[in-house]
């Protein structure tokens, strides 16, 4: 698509942004499913609190993952279109949950955050003072990734001292 919109982006070619926003695509549909399945199969203490965490993740993924769509639809290129790319396109691949203890289920997911994180923060240095549109929607979701595993990590902290004080009164 030649637009003036796509024309302001300078040093670096419009086909390697799309293919490096079609793994972190294929990342959030993946971790979309992720979020989904862990909050249909948790099990264990405080269950509901962190169920409303992977629902509200679930959620902010799935809309990651639209944002994505429309920028590479703006820079003139095509989402992925069949889900078995997922696999073959991700940067941070798919936790499959094991072990569906909360604990389990929250360690799996701030991996998954973690793994997130890494990749938008290369993704911006890549696109940073070349692509100021794809750089400030890569700053916003790197912040909603850097949100999601502060509260987790707060959640899994919470549920483990509260595991450990109760052990501690049976003693
Ligand atoms: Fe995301
Ligand atoms: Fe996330």
Avoid at 9 to 36: C, H, M, P, S
Avoid at 117 to 136: C, E, M, P
Wanted: overall charge negative; glycine content about 4%; charged content about 25%.
């Amino acid at each position: 698509m030649l637009t003036r919109g796509n024309s302001i982006i300078k040093g670096i070619e419009t086909t390697e942004i799309v293919k490096l926003l079609n793994r972190a695509y294929a990342d959030e549909w993946l971790a979309y499913y992720q979020y989904f399945t862990e909050a249909k199969v948790i099990k264990g203490i405080m269950k509901d609190a962190v169920f409303a965490e992977l629902t509200q993740h679930a959620n902010d993924e799935l809309r990651h993952a639209n944002m994505i769509a429309d920028r590479i639809v703006q820079l003139g290129g095509t989402p992925l279109l069949n889900p078995t790319e997922w696999a073959t396109h991700t940067n941070c691949g798919y936790e499959e949950p094991k072990n569906f203890d909360v604990v389990a289920i929250l360690e799996d997911s701030i991996k998954g955050e973690q793994c997130a994180i890494s990749t938008y923060s290369s993704l911006a240095d890549i696109v940073k003072d070349k692509d100021i549109i794809t750089y400030n929607m890569v700053s916003q979701i790197l912040a909603d990734e850097v949100e999601h595993e502060a509260d987790l990590q707060d959640l899994h902290d919470d549920i483990t001292e509260f595991v450990e004080h109760i052990k501690s009164t049976m003693r």
